[in-house]
Nanobody, 116 residues
């Protein structure tokens, strides 16, 4: 069974930076997009950033200007570089791979904790 393997979470102080990485355990073809969601305490899971095959990027308003998504969908790799982190960014970050026509693969999540 295909797995998405996330790494790079951890503990950082307010204003600090972290980088997240995600790779598939085996090759997945027909990738539509890859991205990151997060689950923060008391809120529903929400989109953080998404990169479509072809390069178009979408960002949630709350991370614009602070986070950058990059990767290579053909290689099933996606990264999230996070700057200017605040305690409100604390949560479990999930990698997602969207495959045509409408299949999603989810990672198990990596914890990001920002201390004040």
């Amino acid at each position: 069974q295909v797995q998405l393997l996330e790494s790079g979470g951890g503990l950082v102080q307010t204003g600090g930076s972290l980088g997240l990485s995600c790779a598939a355990s085996e090759k997945i073809f027909a990738v539509k997009a890859m991205g990151w969601y997060r689950q923060v305490p008391g809120k529903q899971r929400e989109l953080v950033a998404r990169i479509a095959t072809g390069g178009h990027r979408d960002y949630a308003d709350f991370v614009k200007g602070r986070f950058t998504i990059s990767g290579d969908n053909a290689k099933n790799l996606v990264y999230l570089h996070m700057n200017s982190l605040t305690p409100e960014d604390t949560g479990l970050y999930f990698c997602v791979l969207e495959r045509f026509p409408a299949i999603q693969y989810w990672g198990r999540g990596t914890q990001v904790t920002v201390s004040s």
